[in-house]
């Protein structure tokens, strides 16, 4: 009898750590789909552009997109792409300063 107790308890236990395991995939899976996926508003916000150039770069293909119940998400690596093919890097030399 003491033996079937045991086997339990130990069964108990593991179903617990399986449990927590699980718990932490799926929180884990959140954070990469929230890592990975923004929302528009979100990119209105951080880029301060307006909710129509956001749609011009969506219309003219520019920016990718996923449309969900009338919702637009947009991958951070594409928009890290645009910023970076967009990006212009302008040195001013000093002997065109003015003193």
């Known amino acids: 009898m003491q033996e079937i107790v045991k086997a339990l308890l130990n069964l108990s236990g593991e179903l617990k750590e399986i449990k927590a ?3 932490v995939l799926r929180k ?3 954070q990469q789909f929230s890592e990975n996926w923004i929302d528009g508003q979100e990119i209105m916000l951080s880029l ?3 909710k129509r150039t956001l749609q011009t770069l969506r219309d003219s293909g520019i920016l990718p997109y996923s449309r ?3 919702k637009f998400y947009y991958k951070v690596s594409d928009l890290e792409m645009l910023l970076e093919n967009s990006y212009t890097k302008t040195l001013k ?3 065109h300063e003015r003193k």
């Open 28 to 30: 884990t899976q959140l």
């Open 21 to 23: 395991s699980v718990g």
């Open 68 to 70: 969900l119940n009338g």
């Open 48 to 50: 301060k552009i307006s």
């Open 93 to 95: 030399s000093k002997s």
